[in-house]
Structures are given as C-alpha cells and as structure tokens.
C-alpha cells in the first residue's frame, strides 16, 4: 500500500515538473505579450533543470530584449521586465538565472537586469 503512494507521489512530481517546464505559446500569461518564445524555450534553463540554456533560450531571449529595448520610451523594457517580474515567480523561474540569462546568452542590454527581476 506505502508503495503505491510513493509511486503516485513521485508521479505528480515528474508530471508537474514536466507541465511547468513544456509552457506552450498560447499558455503564456498576457502580461508577457510577444515574449511566449523566451518563456517556452528557457523555461528548463530558468526553472533549473538545465546547467545551461540552449542556443534557442539564447535566441528567443536576444529576439525579445531587442524588441523590447527598441519600443519608444522605455515601454517595452517595462513590459518584459513586468513579465518576468509577475510571471516568473509563478512559472518557478529561479531569480538569480533570470538576472544571468543575457550575461550568460552573452546579449548586451541597455538596461540593469538585476532592477529588471528584482524592482527597485
């Protein structure tokens, strides 16, 4: 009986870790309107089940902080960093990787990352 409670257990483990690291296009919150590509293919690099991100992350994370940093303005840096501040707590990103990604994807931002993740 105790074992089939701990193959269950271990089962919603394996199943959870798997739906919160496979987010889906259309899954993406509203909040992160046009960055669902840096959200899906980070996702295992940021949630720690990888040591480093893939060359995709790293596109869709160049991709997305270009675009964000070419909206008049300032917006949308607001909007990214309001994404990943709201969402990324909620898709179980690790802080700390969000603040190393475009350091470690090697993208140069205009912007401090660390007031980005972490606010003022």
Not at 12 to 38: H, I, R, W
Not at 70 to 85: E, F, S, V
Request: one cysteine or more; proline letters at 5%.
């Amino acid at each position: 009986m105790g074992e089939k409670k701990v193959l269950g257990f271990v089962m919603f483990v394996m199943a959870y870790g798997f739906t919160v690291t496979t987010l889906s296009y259309s899954q993406a919150p509203a909040t992160c309107n046009g960055d669902e590509k840096l959200l899906s293919l980070c996702g295992e690099y940021l949630v720690n089940n990888k040591p480093n991100p893939s060359s995709d992350c790293c596109n869709a994370a160049s991709d997305a902080f270009k675009r964000a940093m070419a909206i008049p303005h300032g917006q949308g840096i607001r909007d990214i960093c309001n994404c990943l501040r709201v969402e990324g707590p909620n898709l179980n990103f690790h802080q700390d990787r969000l603040v190393s990604l475009p350091d470690v994807c090697h993208i140069k931002l205009s912007f401090s990352m660390q007031l980005c993740v972490f606010g003022s």
